[in-house]
T-cell receptor, first 117, second 111 residues
Framework: KAGVTQTPRYLIKTRGQQVTLSCSPI?????VSWYQQTPGQGLQFLFE???????NKGNFPGRFSGRQFSNSRSEMNVSTLELGDSALYLC????????????????FGSGTRLTVV | GEDVEQSLFLSVREGDSSVINCTYT??????LYWYKQEPGAGLQLLTY?????DMKQDQRLTVLLNKKDKHLSLRIADTQTGDSAIYFC???????????FGSGTRLLVRP
């Protein structure tokens, strides 16, 4: 079965612009979460959605937002881009609750590499 | 607080065993994970362990869990050059719906 698909793979934006990243989870998975990976801060949790509801949010400014659609696909948006937003953004999907284990483990996409210039 | 710690770098010779260590803080974490990341790629789930287990073996991989000390280790037997990558341990605190990652251990396998 198809894995987690993230689009686009690479993106270059200018400071002050906004960007939307997309994530299509594995078919049947209802939980989608987002992570930011940078050399300085490592992997940090952004937010998690289950059945279109945000269940948890990381410690990021309000410029970072997301949503999930009825087909479980998710988007995240970053407005007023800053140089420090340059990162690899990873999406993960989980079958149900995202609490772990074989049935509820997290599968990651290949990521979107965002460069802000 | 939420904190997962790992050593930053490990270098081994091809054919030797590698042991990557990790300490975590949240005793409510039911599952603990090991992920592998190769250059330019996303995260690949290697294995996980349930918190009521002490050990789990999966082919060349052995995970040891010391719940009392909140210490997790990943042993890779017969390490190959293709195992060169960054390895992350992660925990999922109960009802948090999020993975908390360590900083990653860069494994270099020398021929």
């Amino acid at each position: 079965k198809a894995g987690v698909t993230q689009t686009p793979r690479y993106l270059i934006k200018t400071r002050g612009q906004q960007v939307t990243l997309s994530c299509s989870p594995i078919s049947g998975h209802r939980s989608v979460s987002w992570y930011q990976q940078t050399p300085g801060q490592g992997l940090q949790f952004l937010f998690e959605y289950f059945s279109e509801t945000q269940r948890n949010k990381g410690n990021f400014p309000g410029r970072f937002s997301g949503r999930q659609f009825s087909n479980s696909r998710s988007e995240m948006n970053v407005s007023t881009l800053e140089l420090g937003d340059s990162a690899l953004y990873l999406c993960a999907s989980s079958l149900q609750h995202g609490t772990g284990g074989e049935r509820n483990g997290y599968t990651f996409g290949s990521g979107t590499r965002l460069t802000v210039v | 607080g939420e904190d997962v710690e790992q050593s930053l770098f490990l270098s081994v010779r091809e054919g030797d065993s590698s042991v990557i260590n990790c300490t975590y803080t949240d005793s409510s974490s039911t599952y603990l994970y090991w992920y592998k990341q190769e250059p330019g790629a996303g995260l690949q789930l290697l294995t996980y362990i349930f918190s009521n287990m002490d050990m789990k073996q999966d082919q060349r991989l052995t995970v040891l869990l010391n719940k009392k000390d909140k210490h997790l280790s990943l042993r890779i037997a017969d390490t190959q050059t293709g195992d060169s990558a960054i390895y992350f341990c992660a925990e999922v605190p109960d009802s948090s719906y999020k993975l908390i990652f360590g900083s990653g251990t860069r494994l270099l396998v020398r021929p």
